[in-house]
């Protein structure tokens, strides 16, 4: 059981412990420059920017530690570059096989096609885990060198809830590499589209009118500034991005089951 699991997370551990390993320096990195902003005018600093963009990067309370963090660490590097990175890795699961046609040698296995969709999905968990392991060590250890304090739970929380947001990211690009046969493709339209959400849902919460458009999109349901700054710890928007995972998994299952690979 799992052999398809083991194997993709064998594939992938090396790049994944590096790209933690990257990560964590470049938190660290960011950190090391918090106390040079001791003496900004925060308030005004942020007044600077477009409502849009304070309201993407929740960039209000950046002049604590917990809101720097926010802005500097995980709206940016989490949210959107990890978001987009997860999707990429979801949009090449099956395409790049489908392409390269080692599916059909995978599937005349005793092997059913939602086993290897469930398994191929099963895999991306473990970047995932492994990022949400090992970056918050480094984001504490910096936190404390630079003497600063930072609360201990609201920061495991902060990587606890970005696990349902970046497998609803895969699963974006999961569904996307069953429809489509080019792996390119289906990875070029998955950053695009889990950037396009990115967008409705920072641009629809700076407009009254427009904020019910941002409920489709994944990041509306995650918000490492609340967490941070607020300790508001939003469990139900994790339940509904673990349900629009689950959604997405069983279209592209049923895509995947009716897809003539061969083809």
């Known amino acids: 059981m799992l052999e398809i699991v083991r194997y993709e997370a064998e594939k992938r551990l090396t790049g994944t412990l590096a790209l933690a390993v990257g990560l964590g320096a470049l938190a660290v990195f960011f950190v ?6 001791a003496d900004v005018d925060m308030e005004s600093y942020a007044e600077a920017f477009p409502p849009a963009f304070r309201e993407a990067f929740g960039i209000e309370a950046i002049g604590t530690i917990e809101g720097f963090l926010a802005v500097e660490v995980y709206q940016f ?7 987009l990175y997860v999707a990429y890795l979801g949009a090449g699961a099956i395409a790049t096989d489908v392409e390269r046609d080692r599916m ?27 990022l949400n392991a090992v970056v918050p060590l480094a984001v504490y250890g910096g936190v404390i060198a630079v003497g600063e304090s930072i609360d201990a739970v609201n920061l495991a929380m902060v990587h606890l809830l970005s696990i ?6 895969a699963a974006i690009g999961l569904l996307l590499s069953t429809l489509v046969d080019r ?5 070029r339209a998955a950053l695009a589209a889990v950037f396009a959400l990115f967008l409705v849902d920072s641009i629809s919460a700076s407009a009254e009118d427009l904020e019910w458009i941002g409920g489709i999109s994944p990041t509306a349901y995650y918000d490492p500034s609340a967490i941070l700054v607020e300790g508001s710890h939003d469990l139900g928007g994790a339940v509904v991005l673990l349900g629009a995972t689950t959604a997405l998994v069983l279209l592209a299952s049923i895509r995947f089951r009716r897809a003539d690979v061969g083809a």
């Open 32 to 37: 090391a420059f918090f106390p040079s902003f």
């Open 183 to 187: 792996a390119d493709v289906a990875q």
């Open 104 to 130: 059909d040698l995978l599937l005349s296995l005793p092997v059913s096609r939602s086993r290897v969709l469930g398994e191929k999905f099963l895999a991306l968990a473990v970047p995932i885990l492994v």
């Open 77 to 83: 590097l989490w949210v959107l570059l990890l978001g």
């Open 164 to 169: 349902p947001y970046l497998l609803a990211c």
